[in-house]
Structures are given as structure tokens and as C-alpha cells.
């Protein structure tokens, strides 16, 4: 179980969260739901360690990894598709790990075609499978998402996502997903905290579709 109690942060006289408080369960995909600029992404970074906080403490996040999936696919544009995945397996694995790790992961989003491809050969849909399919590739014990399907049309969407779910039986690492899409969270997520407020407060917590 991840734990956040009694958490306050502020960017000087804006107060984003006081007194927050909630929890992630192991195993289970968590979608944070609400409006854009409520705080979603402070929360998830504060997570990810990536953004301090002036009181509060956190529990289960000692000595975890992270992959994280932002909005955009930050690849590296002067990888390949098979290069961009293995920039992120190189100081983990020997060689012919990397070979097996590649194959699958390339082959569960249906890119195994294009690995010898560069980010500016690829549609956004194509980018954003490999974006995803390097974070599942490292080997990290939470993977988080900002928006990772947000600007899609409705079929690439859908594609990705199940992509995403495919990806995710197979592993079942715990997941935190940011989004303001309430269908988006209910087809993905176990548990969906819809957010609102300033500072930031727990409107309602729901039960999603994936169970």
C-alpha cells in the first residue's frame, strides 16, 4: 500500500493540497479524475518524487521505481524505436536479455514492423505505443501516466488502451493514471478518485470497469 497523509504543498501564497490524504493499492490500476489544473499532475509527481512538500509524510515508496508516461511521448529522436527501448534496459540487463525484452515488449504493440523506425517516421498513435511500451519494458514497481492518451482520436484511442490493458494483465505492476476523461477511467482503472477543489480534496471515490 501506497500512503499519502496529511500532505501540504504550496507554490508560495497558492496552496495545492493541505491536509491530503489517500492511498493506492498494490496490484491495481488508481485513476486521478478531475479538471485540468487541480493538481492532478503536483499529486502524481509528489508520488514520483519528483516535486517536494512542505509537511506530511509518504509510506510504501521507499526504495520503489518508477516508469512514468507523460502527455507528450518524450522519445528520444535520435533512437530508433528498438533504440528508444533500449536506452532504458541497458544498465539492467546483459545483451541477450535485452534481445527477448525487446521482441516482446515490440511485439504486444504491434511494432516489431517498425523498430528500425525513428520518432519522426512515426504517427502520434505509433509514438505513443512505444512511450508505452518502454515504460512496461523497464523494470519499475510503479508506472505512472499524465494524460498518456489525452489529443487521440477516438479509434487510436481505444486501440491504445487496449494495448495498455494487454500489457498490463501480463504484468499487474500498480499503476496511477492522471486523466480528466471519466469514460477513459472507468474502462482502464480499479479505483478512480475524482478530484476537485483548491486545495485539492477527494470528491468521490468509484469503482471502475476493470476488475
Known amino acids: 500500500m501506497i500512503r499519502l497523509k496529511n500532505i501540504h504543498k504550496a507554490y508560495d501564497d497558492l496552496v495545492v493540497l493541505k491536509d491530503f490524504n489517500i492511498d493506492f493499492e498494490d496490484g491495481k490500476i488508481t ?8 493538481g492532478k499532475t503536483t499529486l502524481l509527481n509528489i508520488v514520483a518524487g519528483l516535486e517536494a512538500y512542505q509537511s506530511g509524510t509518504t ?6 521505481t518508477f516508469s512514468y508516461i507523460f502527455q507528450e511521448d518524450r522519445l528520444l529522436p535520435w533512437a530508433t524505436v528498438e533504440g528508444n527501448l533500449r536506452f532504458v534496459l541497458e544498465t539492467r540487463y ?6 527477448v525484452i525487446l521482441k516482446k515488449y515490440l511485439e504486444m504493440v504491434g511494432l516489431e514492423d517498425y523498430k528500425t523506425y525513428y520518432p519522426s517516421q512515426l504517427s502520434g498513435g505509433m509514438k505513443q505505443r512505444v512511450a508505452i511500451a518502454r515504460a512496461f519494458a ?13 489529443g487521440l ?3 487510436l484511442k481505444t486501440g491504445l ?11 499487474r505492476r500498480r499503476v496511477i ?8 477511467a472507468m474502462e482502464i482503472a480499479h479505483h478512480i ?5 483548491r486545495p485539492l480534496e477527494i470528491k468521490e471515490k468509484r469503482v471502475g470497469k476493470n476488475k
Do not use: Q
Request: proline share 3%; glycine share 8%; charged share 35%.
Open 153 to 155: 482520436d477516438m479509434e
Open 31 to 38: 485513476a486521478l479524475l478531475g479538471p485540468s489544473g487541480c
Open 161 to 171: 488502451i487496449e494495448s495498455f490493458l494487454d500489457l498490463w494483465e501480463k504484468d
Open 193 to 197: 478518485y475524482i478530484l476537485g477543489g
Open 59 to 64: 509510506e510504501g515508496l521507499e526504495d520503489k
Open 177 to 184: 493514471m492522471v486523466t480528466h476523461d471519466i469514460n477513459e
Open 138 to 150: 523497464y523494470p519499475s514497481d510503479i508506472l505512472l501516466m499524465d494524460e498518456a492518451f489525452k
Open 94 to 99: 546483459d545483451e541477450e536479455e535485452i534481445r
